[in-house]
């Protein structure tokens, strides 16, 4: 990522760092925002999939005779169709059939499909589908699927995804189907040295993203051509999947994406489109599937982990050695699970000095739903675990939890990764936390049953650094930025129109940005990792500045003056005691009232291939305090206040970068204190919102502090960097070591009143000491 | 299943609908209406993102018959948009950034305006309390929150009380859609 081509326009910063109002509020707050669910296209049918009604099973029969002679019903999708394309998809592990071949994996796998002229009668129709399963043994939890006489869940060979890019998979068989490895010195050295140490057994639930809007798509399997109007985060990636496996050129595909109604992961690579798509080729016509709840809960969720870490310091608090074994339970199928369990890996130590480090991350198939991204993913499952320990080694040491952190976080410029790999750290991450501290009012006196926490951690973001966007003028001077980027609620669109309103130096309401089509959108990886505004936005930046260096070589030609003599106002070009505005320049190029100016801009690896290995493009900061108040009598935790640091490096809008920290703090705290899938022999058995308990506007904590740290640090456009997993990331955790010094450590998420209780009134052994 | 023939207030214009007795009033607005501003999530009335106005009264569309509907004035987001009211709504919400993906922001914003309209929006309390059957998962309700209270501030609530007590849920100087409405027969 090289410089920015030519400086922007005067000196000053006046479209960006300013909270401008979002670009998408009025469409939103109207009702008029189009979604996937409200976009119907000629000749539309409805589809629904019936799923499997068993956990694992081998599939001896299907009758779909009764559903297909049903009036309205115009097709029925089986495994037995899917002859003329490989069935196999997934970006990271070819492992997920379009539709069941010959066997289910997981309760709600998809088994048929029918597309009908209504949604009820493709309903009425599923009913009318006799399956007969032949039912095999069902590894529901990590133990079981980790024993050593356990059966393969998945017993054909693993083929590597388009996106895979993560090294080996399943070096040693059975149902692991990725391991990341950190080791740097020994850890058995250091452990006979070290004086003090912390050692336990930790569980993290598998947890719903629940992006409100559920996962829909409308498919149009045409002549040699498929268009998708979905609702997925990384258009480009699931077009080349589709591409992949319906065997077309990427060009003949094409993905339009509407608003999303949040993301937060669940739309993070390839999702219903497949089945979406293969149901529209049976039908031959346009299909939309809209998913309910449960059946987006079966589509996605986030890992289920175990871990058993250790760490150790010295007696006057200088740490010295981590341990971390971990196993992610990825589901029927690997999902992102190969990346969660990379990134897992790579939090696992925290941010802070070690002599020795071992981490031993596992990413393994059960037969659940399928786990893949969820905001923060592996910092959120780790953050928690290792800041308990940091909080234990002080209190042994007799030092404050803050201080602790300060003799022991790195600093910038400091290797990140143990080994002395990748990105060294980018952040200020002492002068953070002491931020975060001072805000929950780290030194104030404390009542009984209340306690404050920090937590430090690092997040890889930034996935991939490839994306390209152009800016284009049209002849009246409005500008149209073409960026690949998803609006999810995150306010991308607003973000980019001010970058390419500073370079262009002319009024936010001037740009206009629309959602992804894939067709005439330059490419962007991915919209997630916290990468938008990072790598999205300096590829707008580089876009707008190109485009204004053609427009001041329009002026240059037209007055015969160098373009350096050309100075931009206000959308106004003053030089060589002329002056024109972009319109007029483009009425001058063209001799007439029509054409345009369009700039594009590009972003890739600076050097090397930009692996993940190499990588990332950023170390996110996830640094959050709270403070909590527990009930001994009830087990009920009250988040009284929280903090979190926004270390952006810039903030282009710093409303919006507060308002993403916002919801990522409730978010966290959904997933500390109430959140949980919970399954029995199989069964995900709260697949409603009834009984999957999300936070409401009464869980707030009475003060959300998000505090924006801006020292442009970031190798994004004016120094930013990207935002909103961190607060998610370190909420979890801030709240865990609160509660820890309100008294009561916990080793299992969510913290219900049911474990808090017994945690207070029957403990187990907490440490080893 | 049989068909009802229903008569309904939408928006301000009366409509004579045909519909299957079991129908969901989220799906006659939306499907039937083009009405798309209520949305489906969850579908077990706990989300609130389906929420439109019935008699002034929140209720969630996933789980309200159309044939209930009959007789009746509905108020979706749409309609809700085109009246004078609206604007302060609007303001309330767009300065705070108090809708991030939007999904969510058509119950809240009904919502609102039937506490508001019933006097039960006095302040953050009456907020938090009103606002108990919406979920929103981007914002954290901060901002919401923020945008609530200025609505509860503002004298307009108390003014839309004093005159809005009974009345149709028609918005006032509606543009396009005529107050008084005419009827339409939709199938």
């Known amino acids: ?769 | 299943m049989s068909d009802v023939t229903v008569t309904v207030n939408v928006n301000g214009s009366s409509r004579q609908l045909t519909v299957p007795a079991q129908e969901l009033l989220l799906d006659t607005l939306r499907e039937r209406l083009g009405l798309t501003g209520a949305k489906r999530s969850c579908d077990v009335q706990v989300c609130g993102t389906c929420t439109v106005l019935v008699d002034n009264e929140p209720v969630s569309g996933c789980t309200y018959l159309t044939a209930d509907a009959d007789g009746r004035s509905v108020l979706t987001i749409e309609g809700f948009a085109q009246s004078d009211e609206f604007a302060e709504f609007e303001q309330a919400f767009v300065e705070r950034a108090a809708l991030q993906c939007g999904f969510c922001t058509s119950g809240f914003v009904l919502t609102l305006k039937a506490l508001r309209d019933a006097g039960e929006l006095r302040d953050r309390e009456d907020a938090i309390a009103g606002l108990d059957g919406n979920v929103c998962r981007c914002t954290g309700y901060k901002s919401i929150l923020e945008a609530a209270e200025a609505l509860a501030r503002s004298p307009q609530g108390s003014e839309t009380l004093a005159a809005g007590a009974g009345s149709t849920s028609a918005p006032a100087g509606a543009g396009p859609t005529p107050a008084t409405g005419h009827t339409e027969a939709v199938r």
């Open chain 1, 1 to 769: 990522m090289s410089s920015t081509p030519t400086a922007p326009p005067g000196d000053a910063l006046t479209r960006v760092g300013r909270s401008e109002n979002r670009k998408d509020a009025g469409e939103k707050i109207r009702g008029k925002a189009q979604f996937a669910g409200d976009l119907k296209v000629p000749r539309m049918l409805h589809g629904k999939v019936l799923r499997s009604e068993v956990p694992h099973a081998r599939i001896v029969s299907i009758d779909a005779s009764g559903a297909e002679s049903m009036p309205g019903v115009v097709a029925v999708l089986l495994g037995s169709d899917l002859t003329e394309f490989d069935p196999y998809w997934g970006h990271a592990i070819k492992d997920r059939p379009i539709i069941a071949v010959d066997r289910v994996r997981f309760h709600g796998d998809p088994v048929a499909a029918v597309a009908a002229e209504d949604e009820a009668t493709a309903e009425a129709a599923l009913r009318q589908i006799v399956v007969e399963y032949e039912e095999l043994p069902v590894l529901d939890t990590l133990e079981k699927a980790t024993a050593p006489d356990a059966p393969r869940i998945h017993e054909q060979e693993l083929r590597p995804g388009l996106f895979h890019g993560l090294g080996q998979l399943r070096e040693e068989g059975g149902n692991v189907c990725y391991r990341y490895r950190l080791d740097t010195g020994s850890v058995e050295l250091s452990e006979s040295e070290a004086e003090l140490s912390v050692e336990g057994e930790y569980e993290f639930p598998a947890v719903y993203q629940y992006a409100m809007e559920t996962h829909t798509v409308i498919a149009d399997y045409g002549e040699g051509e498929i268009t998708l109007w979905a609702s997925c985060q990384h258009p480009f990636l699931v077009r080349a999947e589709i591409a992949d496996l319906f065997k077309l050129p990427i060009g003949r595909v094409r993905v339009i994406v509407p608003y999303l109604g949040g993301g937060f992961g669940s739309k993070s690579y390839t999702k219903m489109e497949p089945i979406t798509t293969a149901l529209s080729w049976k039908a031959g016509r346009p299909v939309r599937i809209a998913n309910r709840v449960d059946e987006s809960m079966a589509t996605t969720r986030r890992h289920g982990m175990r871990c058993r870490m250790k760490t150790t310091a010295s007696a006057d608090g200088k740490l010295l050695s981590r341990s971390v074994r971990l196993l992610l339970d990825t589901g029927a199928y690997a999902d992102n699970g190969p990346r969660v369990c990379a990134t897992a890996g790579d939090a696992a130590p925290g941010p802070y000095r070690w002599q020795a480090v071992h981490v031993d991350a596992n990413c393994v198939y059960t037969n659940t739903a399928p786990a893949g991204s969820y905001r923060a993913f592996g910092a959120v499952h780790m953050q928690w675990i290792g800041e308990m320990q940091i909080d234990q080694l002080a209190a042994r040491a007799g030092i404050d939890p803050l201080e602790m952190r300060r003799r022991n976080l790195l600093t910038p410029g400091e290797p990140v990764r143990p080994d002395g790999t990748g990105k060294p750290l980018d952040a200020d991450l002492i002068g953070d936390v002491e931020k975060a501290a001072a805000a929950v009012g780290w030194d104030d006196p404390k009542e009984p049953w209340t306690g404050r926490g920090v937590s430090v951690g690092l997040l890889a973001a930034g996935a991939h650094p490839v994306s390209r966007a152009s800016v284009r003028m049209e002849a009246d001077g409005s500008v149209e930025v073409n960026v690949g980027t998803t609006e999810m609620g995150q306010g991308a669109r607003t973000v980019m129109a001010q970058i390419a309103a500073q370079e262009l130096d002319i009024d936010l309401a001037e740009v206009t940005v629309q959602g992804a089509d894939t067709r005439f959108t330059p490419y962007d990886r991915s919209t997630g990792a916290s990468r938008s505004t990072t790598l999205a936005g300096l590829a707008v930046q580089r876009a707008a500045a190109d485009l204004r260096r053609r427009l001041l070589e329009t002026a240059a030609g037209a007055w015969e003056a160098p373009v350096e003599a050309l100075q931009i106002r206000d959308g106004v070009v003053h030089g060589a005691g002329e002056q024109a505005t972009y319109a007029q320049l483009i009425a001058k190029r063209f001799g007439f009232v029509g054409g345009e100016v369009i700039g594009e801009g590009e972003v890739r690896p600076e050097t090397g291939s930009g692996s993940y290995a190499e990588g990332p493009v950023f170390w996110e900061v996830c640094i959050a305090a709270a403070k909590v108040r527990v009930d001994p009598e009830t087990g009920q935790v009250t988040v009284e206040r929280t903090a979190t640091i926004a270390d952006v490096g810039k903030a282009i809008n710093p409303l919006l970068v507060e308002r993403q920290d916002e919801g990522a703090v409730l978010q966290g705290l959904g997933n500390a204190l109430f959140e949980e899938m919970i399954y029995q022999d199989g069964f995900l058995t709260n697949d409603t919102l009834l009984e999957y308990r999300v936070p409401r506007i009464e869980d707030m904590p009475r003060s959300m502090q998000g505090i924006i740290v801006e020292n442009a640090d970031g190798p994004g456009p004016y120094g930013a960097k990207g935002c909103g997993e961190g607060a998610q990331a370190a909420t979890p955790a801030a709240i865990a070591t609160a509660l820890a010094d309100a008294g009561v450590q916990m080793k299992e998420l969510p913290f219900t009143p049911e474990r808090v209780w017994r945690q207070i009134n029957e403990p187990k052994e907490t440490q080893q000491r």
